[in-house]
């Protein structure tokens, strides 16, 4: 069978002891951050990106995964133990985890939190090997019009999906396609709002943009106000789990999974909107929906399975389609084309050793974050008492360094200071920057498809919707926005979110 | 009662305004030319239009009246800690040792728990790991001197 010639090539690739290394090391550093709160998965990577500029696309690659999937994994650790999320994917596993470490069952949830995200970590790794191939054929006959339209749909659904105002995100996804365009237009070779400075030929960096907008405009806003983070376990004793509430648990993990999976693939999915929806589906389901929010093993094993989940398969439409669902898959794309890959439906036949051997190192990976988390729990608890006025100057070096290494020039460490500036305001203003972030990477690209559509078509705007194709997805694109827009959608919509803050 | 109700959604019209009007303004020069063969002009437009349109819907909706509290803008953490930030840029003459003491020295002093000893303690630890992870390790063409001890250009 291929599917097994597949994924025993990923395997070979995977294995390999540079890979095996840096597979630790991802997940060994998402753990970190997970668990840290205050700096989440989308700065490290831009922070580690240029670190990994003389490894093998494959190897880089396979590390920041790595740091995803485990700072989905870590944040539950600060969630349950501390009342505070390491991460926005592990909100919503407070309110039944904290409850349990009170009751003393903390070894209990941080078992099947591990346990969940390792049974849904594998599962997305079948998922993504087994759905991705056909999804990248169907790519292969997409011409012009039709990656223009799924561009489109991907931006749309990116923002009907993400909480926080329509209007906003929109707006923040149009600046983000404007800032993209920055530099030397490639098919007139005009260069464009870049005021003469040859550092802007190229266009802005995105790792130093990255950095500014969510590095330091977020510690700009965290340090004013005091540090109230506080330590309110003990020594965590038994970090075992019964096998009562291991029957329990395993159906919501089952369920978790299955959500996670779906939400995942979806533009604008992946981990933080797969926790929610496991929660309201084990709310749902529980026969008795009191539990919750008392310390229901359900409601900490159902999205923690369904965060790691959901990370894994937002790979999909990156890996098959170069469209990014979120703002680390943004990153992830601009790794690729920093690594010489453009990305699209010819990696998986062009580079199947970075495909497989990705896929391969989320199975070792998850078993590493397993090792990782529960022996090593002491530590990692050691480690939430680094109080925040050390630990953000370290943050604040990191990404400075980061940001002069990309190109060793001093320039875009200050383009990270304008968009720390820009990214203060956006965030005092509402505006989530992840949207701006999309619009960036799929900038240049949106322009380039609309581009060459309207010169096979002569300059006819009718191509997008008489290609069947492509009108499907503007067809569903313009659905979403309807329904965003519905008064009655658009209130349940705003009580679903309101659970997030 | 005052006229703009909701602040942050005035405010954040406003900035999408400026954007997509300095947008329309910068890429005048550029040629736009016709839908079948686009000058690089064409898309830059259509992207300032549609900042300027929707920043003014976002800026009037701002009119309405809401529960949203007026943004507190406190200026002063953000310009310390970009202040240490700016402080790197001078490494390639002052070194990465003295920047990187200097960059976490500055910017701990954002904090309102900024103690002073701890700050120059951690950023020395700091600077030695940045020395071998980045110059040594990672090949960084920085110095790691100031000039006036020999280092820098």
């Given at each position: 069978?291929?599917?097994?010639?597949?994924?025993?090539?990923?395997?070979?690739?995977?294995?390999?002891?540079?890979?095996?290394?840096?597979?630790?090391?991802?997940?060994?550093?998402?753990?970190?951050?997970?668990?840290?709160?205050?700096?989440?998965?989308?700065?490290?990577?831009?922070?580690?990106?240029?670190?990994?500029?003389?490894?093998?696309?494959?190897?880089?690659?396979?590390?920041?995964?790595?740091?995803?999937?485990?700072?989905?994994?870590?944040?539950?650790?600060?969630?349950?133990?501390?009342?505070?999320?390491?991460?926005?994917?592990?909100?919503?596993?407070?309110?039944?985890?904290?409850?349990?470490?009170?009751?003393?069952?903390?070894?209990?949830?941080?078992?099947?939190?591990?346990?969940?995200?390792?049974?849904?970590?594998?599962?997305?790794?079948?998922?993504?090997?087994?759905?991705?191939?056909?999804?990248?054929?169907?790519?292969?006959?997409?011409?012009?019009?039709?990656?223009?339209?799924?561009?489109?749909?991907?931006?749309?659904?990116?923002?009907?999906?993400?909480?926080?105002?329509?209007?906003?995100?929109?707006?923040?996804?149009?600046?983000?396609?404007?800032?993209?365009?920055?530099?030397?237009?490639?098919?007139?070779?005009?260069?464009?709002?870049?005021?003469?400075?040859?550092?802007?030929?190229?266009?802005?960096?995105?790792?130093a943009m990255?950095?500014g907008l969510?590095?330091f405009?977020?510690?700009?806003?965290?340090?004013?106000?005091?540090?109230?983070?506080?330590?309110?376990?003990?020594?965590?004793?038994?970090?075992?789990?019964?096998?009562?509430?291991?029957?329990?648990?395993?159906?919501?993990?089952?369920?978790?999974?299955?959500?996670?999976?779906?939400?995942?693939?979806?533009?604008?999915?992946?981990?933080?909107?797969?926790?929610?929806?496991?929660?309201?589906?084990?709310?749902?389901?529980?026969?008795?929906?009191?539990?919750?929010?008392?310390?229901?093993?359900?409601?900490?094993?159902?999205?923690?399975?369904?965060?790691?989940?959901?990370?894994?398969?937002?790979?999909?439409?990156?890996?098959?389609?170069?469209?990014?669902?979120?703002?680390?898959?943004?990153?992830?794309?601009?790794?690729?084309?920093?690594?010489?890959?453009?990305?699209?439906?010819?990696?998986?036949?062009?580079?199947?050793?970075?495909?497989?051997?990705?896929?391969?190192?989320?199975?070792?990976?998850?078993?590493?974050?397993?090792?990782?988390?529960?022996?090593?729990?002491?530590?990692?608890?050691?480690?939430?008492?680094?109080?925040?006025?050390?630990?953000?100057?370290?943050?604040?070096?990191?990404?400075?360094?980061?940001?002069?290494?990309?190109?060793?020039?001093?320039?875009?460490?200050?383009v990270a200071m304008v968009f720390g500036v820009l990214g203060?305001?956006?965030?005092?203003?509402?505006?989530?920057?992840?949207?701006?972030?999309?619009?960036?990477?799929?900038?240049?690209?949106?322009?380039?498809?609309?581009?060459?559509?309207?010169?096979?078509?002569?300059?006819?705007?009718?191509?997008?919707?008489?290609?069947?194709?492509?009108?499907?997805?503007?067809?569903?694109?313009?659905?979403?926005?309807?329904?965003?827009?519905?008064?009655?959608?658009?209130?349940?919509?705003?009580?679903?979110?309101?659970?997030?803050? | 009662?005052?006229?703009?109700?909701?602040?942050?959604?005035?405010?954040?019209?406003?900035?999408?305004?400026?954007?997509?009007?300095?947008?329309?303004?910068?890429?005048?020069?550029?040629?736009?030319?016709?839908?079948?063969?686009?000058?690089?002009?064409?898309?830059?437009?259509?992207?300032?239009?549609?900042?300027?349109?929707?920043?003014?819907?976002?800026?009037?909706?701002?009119?309405?009246?809401?529960?949203?509290?007026?943004?507190?803008?406190?200026?002063?953490?953000?310009?310390?800690?970009?202040?240490?930030?700016?402080?790197?840029?001078?490494?390639?003459?002052?070194?990465?040792?003295?920047?990187?003491?200097?960059?976490?020295?500055?910017?701990?002093?954002?904090?309102?728990?900024?103690?002073?000893?701890?700050?120059?303690?951690?950023?020395?630890?700091?600077?030695?790991?940045?020395?071998?992870?980045?110059?040594?390790?990672?090949?960084?063409?920085?110095?790691?001197?100031?000039?006036?001890?020999?280092?820098?250009?």
């Amino acid at each position: 069978m291929e599917l097994l010639s597949n994924i025993a090539l990923g395997l070979d690739v995977a294995i390999t002891p540079i890979n095996l290394l840096y597979a630790f090391v991802g997940v060994l550093v998402g753990t970190l951050i997970g668990v840290l709160p205050g700096i989440g998965p989308v700065a490290t990577i831009a922070m580690l990106l240029p670190v990994t500029y003389g490894l093998p696309p494959v190897t880089a690659l396979i590390m920041l995964a790595g740091i995803y999937y485990g700072a989905s994994f870590g944040g539950s650790t600060t969630a349950i133990l501390v009342n505070l999320p390491g991460e926005m994917s592990s909100v919503i596993t407070v309110i039944d985890g904290h409850q349990m470490a009170k009751q003393g069952r903390a070894g209990p949830a941080l078992c099947i939190a591990a346990l969940g995200s390792l049974f849904a970590g594998s599962v997305a790794a079948l998922v993504i090997a087994a759905f991705a191939p056909p999804l990248a054929n169907l790519a292969l006959k997409f011409d012009a019009a039709e990656y223009f339209s799924l561009m489109v749909l991907g931006l749309i659904a990116a923002v009907a999906i993400a909480g926080g105002s329509v209007l906003k995100a929109v707006l923040m996804t149009l600046l983000g396609l404007l800032l993209g365009i920055i530099g030397t237009d490639v098919n007139s070779g005009v260069s464009r709002f870049t005021f003469d400075l040859p550092e802007l030929i190229d266009g802005i960096g995105f790792v130093a943009m990255t950095m500014g907008l969510f590095a330091f405009g977020e510690i700009a806003v965290n340090l004013e106000q005091a540090d109230r983070r506080s330590i309110v376990t003990g020594r965590i004793s038994g970090l075992w789990i019964k096998w009562a509430e291991f029957k329990q648990a395993f159906p919501a993990v089952l369920r978790g999974t299955g959500v996670g999976t779906l939400l995942g693939i979806l533009p604008g999915g992946g981990a933080t909107l797969s926790a929610f929806a496991s929660y309201a589906l084990e709310k749902k389901v529980a026969k008795d929906p009191s539990r919750f929010g008392k310390g229901a093993i359900e409601g900490v094993a159902g999205p923690e399975s369904a965060n790691n989940a959901g990370a894994q398969t937002s790979f999909i439409p990156m890996l098959t389609l170069g469209l990014p669902s979120n703002a680390v898959m943004a990153l992830m794309v601009g790794a690729l084309i920093i690594h010489d890959i453009q990305p699209g439906p010819q990696v998986m036949t062009s580079n199947p050793d970075l495909f497989w051997g990705l896929i391969a190192s989320m199975w070792i990976g998850n078993f590493f974050l397993v090792i990782l988390n529960l022996p090593m729990i002491g530590i990692w608890v050691k480690l939430l008492s680094v109080p925040y006025r050390l630990l953000f100057p370290l943050i604040v070096l990191a990404c400075t360094i980061g940001a002069f290494s990309t190109n060793n020039n001093m320039f875009d460490v200050w383009v990270a200071m304008v968009f720390g500036v820009l990214g203060y305001i956006f965030i005092k203003l509402g505006c989530e920057p992840a949207p701006l972030l999309l619009g960036f990477i799929l900038g240049p690209m949106l322009e380039e498809n609309l581009r060459r559509a309207l010169i096979l078509s002569r300059g006819d705007f009718t191509v997008f919707v008489t290609r069947p194709i492509s009108l499907t997805m503007l067809v569903i694109a313009a659905g979403l926005l309807f329904l965003i827009a519905a008064p009655a959608i658009r209130k349940k919509r705003q009580i679903v979110f309101a659970e997030e803050r | 009662m005052e006229l703009v109700r909701n602040p942050k959604d005035f405010l954040a019209g406003l900035l999408f305004m400026a954007f997509g009007i300095a947008a329309l303004v910068l890429s005048h020069s550029y040629e736009i030319g016709e839908a079948s063969r686009m000058g690089p002009g064409y898309f830059p437009r259509v992207l300032g239009i549609l900042l300027l349109g929707f920043g003014a819907i976002l800026s009037l909706r701002g009119l309405r009246p809401t529960m949203e509290p007026q943004p507190q803008w406190q200026w002063r953490p953000l310009a310390i800690v970009l202040l240490g930030v700016g402080v790197f840029s001078l490494a390639p003459w002052l070194g990465v040792i003295l920047t990187s003491v200097l960059l976490v020295f500055i910017s701990s002093s954002a904090s309102q728990e900024f103690r002073w000893k701890e700050a120059l303690v951690s950023g020395a630890i700091q600077a030695v790991a940045v020395v071998a992870i980045f110059i040594y390790g990672l090949g960084m063409p920085l110095p790691i001197w100031p000039f006036f001890v020999g280092g820098g250009q």
